[in-house]
């Protein structure tokens, strides 16, 4: 069953704070989460006690999603939340239905996908939250900045809902296509093996880049290959052409040179403000989603050198360095 946990300590025995229910997709090892579930923990405790499920949908196989679907969905009739934070797709898709048939105010946050895909918002009036649109074309169009010479770039994925999700929002389903003058493949892989095979071979299929989706879905034989960091410095160590990534923790001396990122600080911050409007009483039907997607830029010093990347004046200037 999921994780269940509670970061506040409990309040006075006469004015118990109330309880925000979190419902992780993923689980609280994984960067992403911890990110938002600190900006949350900061915004929301002690005023309210925040207890948080894990369904952990990126390490357990899908045929045992539902059943922590239907846990966390336990946790939720016992504790009888004021509110519920869901965050990311699989968790949305997984539980839109029985939270959208309660009177609970409910809160999303990490959304890749339309919100219509999980629920009817003409009907269900009790949803509201933060869409999560990571910045592919962007960084694409600063990437012809970084490495002029640059003419095809090869994005992968595992093939978690995220990733099929971004294929069909962010990619409209093309696994190929031209975006800002350069040529972006896109691959969604499931096994190890072909994962390393696609990194080995990236320089002499024609690439000069590669950039990083989600990757923590991928598998060797049905078992994860050592840990998702092995695996993303794995991925930096071997590639013959510099790695950049869409999120923050995937930068680092032996990880990701860069790129123009998101963090789940930010989407923890924009849920957290939406959660306290609707506890001071406004209905989640006036609250229209927002997205969070102001994005930093964000690049490992060792991984420029490496790479012999001098980044341009104006984007050298907005940039933070993780070391």
Do not use: C
């Not at 320089?203 to 290959?225: C, W």
């Amino acid at each position: 069953m999921p994780a269940l946990w509670s970061a506040a300590a409990p309040a006075a025995a006469q004015s118990p704070a109330p309880t925000i229910l979190l419902i992780e997709s993923y689980h609280a090892g994984f960067e992403w989460d911890a990110g938002y579930k600190a900006a949350l923990q900061a915004r929301l405790e002690p005023a309210y006690r925040v207890v948080s499920v894990e369904l952990d949908t990126k390490r357990l196989p899908p045929a045992r999603h539902a059943a922590m679907a239907d846990s966390a969905w336990a946790s939720y009739l016992k504790l009888k939340p004021a509110l519920v934070i869901v965050g990311d797709d699989a968790a949305l898709s997984l539980l839109a239905a029985r939270l959208g048939a309660t009177a609970t105010p409910v809160v999303y946050l990490g959304i890749n996908n339309n919100p219509r895909a999980y629920f009817d918002p003409a009907k269900v009036r009790n949803i509201t939250g933060v869409l999560e649109r990571p910045l592919v074309k962007r960084n694409v169009a600063q990437l012809r900045k970084i490495l002029p010479a640059a003419r095809r770039v090869l994005f992968l994925f595992d093939t978690s809902m995220t990733s099929t999700v971004l294929l069909s929002e962010v990619f409209q389903g093309r696994a190929r296509q031209t975006i800002e003058g350069l040529e972006v493949d896109i691959k969604l892989i499931a096994d190890w093996p072909l994962w390393q095979a696609e990194v080995l071979a990236a320089r002499s299929k024609g690439y000069d880049a590669i950039y990083l989706g989600t990757y923590q879905a991928v598998r060797e034989e049905t078992a994860f290959p050592r840990t998702a960091m092995a695996m993303l410095r794995w991925t930096s160590e071997h590639a013959q052409v510099p790695v950049f990534g869409l999120w923050d923790f995937f930068v680092g001396p032996d990880l990701a040179v860069g790129g123009l990122v998101l963090d789940g600080r930010e989407q923890g911050m924009a849920a957290a403000d939406i959660a306290l409007r609707i506890l001071s009483g406004a209905a989640p039907s006036s609250i229209y989603p927002v997205t969070a997607q102001r994005g930093r830029f964000v690049f490992s010093h060792a991984q420029l050198l490496r790479h012999n990347i001098v980044l341009p004046p104006e984007i050298a200037a907005q940039s933070t360095l993780v070391d």
